[in-house]
């Protein structure tokens, strides 16, 4: 069994992590530009950071234009305020959005990308990050992605390259304490899917296994908060453990056709990105049966639940779905069909398998 696992990011974890961990701040030189989005960081990370900066003698400047599914505008515009002030590191706070930006915003920083951010060869220069997730779903403080919106094919693209692993991760699910229940919900599905998907792709092996069945044991624990919509503290914090384990899963298995297929329901329809893959995640792994008989068996296994039972969980946290047109379905498999994702699963699904998971679950 293939046992490869590379993360090569700090992790500094608990309760008031950012203040007590000053010291990890310190090398990265005099000025940092601060991503985030509107709201998210003022729940008191962004004041954590500063004080941090602060108590090293460095100073931040604040960009907090970073939308939800961010834009190669947004990116753009970060890194010409990163080169106008020549800010020496970078430190992202948020969700998904704003860490995902951050990288992109880190490498434009020093890279002219000529062609094109999505053409861009990504090469070893990229502006030194720390991340600071306030969402416990996407795992990006552990991953080598950075999914930006590709308004030119009407998709959201993954950027990726070793160069964009974070140097830092400070995870304090105090930062969540502030998160709307379905922010939460969707969060904790995203997870939850990367850690499966992760779990089916051809890169699959022992280690990212490991870290997959640890990532569902701590998300799939906090199953009853979740349907209540009650967390504690260590609660919170189990969440936020258990994306950024399934965070590191992806960052060496990448993930399946259940992305693949939820970035059309992200795009054409605005739907959050955890709910997306939660809407196809049950039925991706019935699909699965059907065409490799035992191919899922590790999955529920590692859950300790069937197929019927995962899926009422899933319906249960998701509520009421939208039905789409015919022509949608079949042309979002056509696209999906289209996507790496597909081709990285280790069970071959053609675009009627795409169709039929599509139809089952927004049909
Ligand atoms: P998000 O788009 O970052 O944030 C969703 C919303 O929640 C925003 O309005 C945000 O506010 C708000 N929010 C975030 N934290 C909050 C808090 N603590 N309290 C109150 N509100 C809060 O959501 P996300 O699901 O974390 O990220 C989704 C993005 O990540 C997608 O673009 C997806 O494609 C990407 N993704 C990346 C990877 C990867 O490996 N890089 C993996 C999976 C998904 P603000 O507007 O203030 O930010
Ligand atoms: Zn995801």
Known sequence: MDAGFYVP???????????K?????????????????????????????KSALAANGQHGIVYDGIPQNPTVACVVEGARLAREHRVNFVVAIGGGSPMDAAKAIAMLACQD????????????????????PTTAGTGSEVTP??????????????ISSPALFPHVAFLDGKY????????????????????????????????????????????????????????????????????????????????????????????FHGVPHGRANGLLLANFLKECEK???????????????????????????LGRRKKLPEEELRSFAARAAKNKNVRNCRVPFTEENLYTVLKRSVG
């Open 9 to 19: 990011v700090r992790i500094i974890g608990g309760e008031n992590c950012v203040k």
């Open 21 to 49: 961990g000053t010291q990890h701040f310190a090398p990265f030189g005099q000025l940092a530009l601060i991503v985030c989005g509107k709201s998210a960081a003022r729940n008191g990370a962004l004041d954590d950071v």
């Open 113 to 132: 990308a000529p062609e094109g951010l999505f053409a861009h060869k990504i090469g070893a220069a990229v502006l030194p990050m720390i991340h600071i």
């Open 145 to 158: 992605y950075a999914i930006i919106t590709n308004d030119e094919l009407q998709t959201k693209q993954s």
């Open 176 to 267: 969540m304490a502030s998160l709307p229940q379905d922010v939460t919900v969707n969060t904790a599905i995203d997870a939850i899917s990367h850690a499966v998907e992760g779990m089916l792709s051809v890169r699959a092996g022992g280690m990212s296994d490991l870290f997959a069945r640890q990532a569902l044991a701590l998300l799939m624990g906090e199953y009853e908060s979740l349907l209540a919509g009650s967390y504690t503290p260590a609660g919170r914090q189990n969440l936020l453990y258990g994306s950024t384990l399934a965070g590191m899963v992806i960052a060496n298995t990448g993930t399946t056709p259940v992305h693949g297929m939820g970035y059309s329901l992200t795009y």
């Open 291 to 317: 065409i490799w008989p035992g191919s899922t068996r590790k999955v529920f296994d590692a859950l300790g639940m069937d197929v019927q039972e995962f899926a009422a969980k899933l319906k249960a946290l």
